[in-house]
C-alpha cells in the first residue's frame, strides 16, 4: 500500500505571496493532520481534517488554512506568507479518531 | 496542559553499546503514545507506539519503550545501537478532543561513535 505523498517536496517563495501544499493520505485513510517543524519550535499541530470537515485547529493565525477533499486529499494554504513561515510541513494520515498517524516525506519551505 | 519533555536535546552512545531515550508526558487521560524517528530532510517514521495492555511494547528495528505510569514516562530503549540509528527521535502524546492532534516533545538527536 502506498504512504502518504506530498507535494511539492521543496518550494521557494518571496513574502507576501501565497502557497498551496498537496497531500494524499494512505488509501483508505480519512483523517489528515498537518503538521509544521521549524528547528525553534519544534514540531507543531496545525489542523486535522476528517471527512471533509475540519475537526480540529492547533494554535496557527488565520493566514494557515486547509480543506480536505471526497477522495481524503488535503490541501493547506499560507496566505501572505512572512519569513518565520520557513519550515518544513508535514501531512500524516490515520484511518480514524485515536489512531495511529503515518507521516510524509514532507514539504520544505523558503520563504525569502 | 498537554505536554511531553524529552530531557535531553542530544546523546552520543557507542555502536553496540545500549541506548535509553528519555519522555515525560503530562496528560489528564489515559495517554495514547508514540516514538517517531526522523532523518534528516524526511518525515517521521514509527517506532512504536502504546495504547493499552502491556506496559512494554516492542517496534521496529530493535526498539523497545516502556510505559510507567507513576512515573508519567514512556523511556525509549535498544540493547545494541548500530550506526545507522544516528538520528533525531521524538516522543509524542495522541490528544484527542474534538478531533486529534499528536502534541510532539522538541527531540532528542542521537549521535552514534565507532
Known amino acids: 500500500k502506498a504512504g502518504v505523498t506530498q507535494t511539492p517536496r521543496y518550494l521557494i517563495k518571496t513574502r507576501g505571496q501565497q502557497v498551496t501544499l498537496s497531500c494524499s493520505p494512505i488509501s483508505g485513510h480519512r483523517s489528515v493532520s498537518w503538521y509544521q517543524q521549524t528547528p525553534g519550535q519544534g514540531l507543531q499541530f496545525l489542523f486535522e481534517?476528517?471527512?471533509?470537515?475540519?475537526?480540529n485547529k492547533g494554535n496557527f493565525p488565520g493566514r494557515f488554512s486547509g480543506r480536505q477533499f471526497s477522495n481524503s486529499r488535503s490541501e493547506m494554504n499560507v496566505s501572505t506568507l512572512e519569513l518565520g513561515d520557513s519550515a518544513l510541513y508535514l501531512c500524516a494520515s490515520s484511518l480514524s479518531a485515536s489512531e495511529t498517524q503515518y507521516f510524509g516525506p514532507g514539504t520544505r519551505l523558503l520563504v525569502l | 496542559a498537554q505536554s511531553v519533555t524529552q530531557p535531553d536535546i542530544h546523546i552520543t552512545v557507542s555502536e553496540g553499546a545500549s541506548l535509553e531515550l528519555r519522555c515525560n508526558y503530562s496528560?489528564?487521560?489515559?495517554?495514547?503514545l508514540f516514538w517517531y524517528v526522523q532523518s534528516p530532510g524526511q518525515g517521521l517514521q514509527l517506532l512504536l507506539k502504546y495504547f493499552s495492555g502491556d506496559t512494554l511494547v516492542q517496534g521496529i528495528k530493535g526498539f523497545e519503550a516502556e510505559f510507567k505510569r507513576s512515573q508519567s514516562s514512556f523511556n525509549l530503549r535498544k540493547p545494541s545501537v548500530h550506526w545507522s540509528d544516528a538520528a533525531e527521535y521524538f516522543c509524542a502524546v495522541l490528544y484527542n478532543q474534538a478531533g486529534t492532534a499528536l502534541i510532539f516533545g522538541k527531540g532528542t538527536t542521537l549521535s552514534v561513535s565507532s
Open positions: 481534517y476528517f471527512s471533509e470537515t475540519q475537526r
Open positions: 496528560y489528564g487521560a489515559t495517554p495514547y
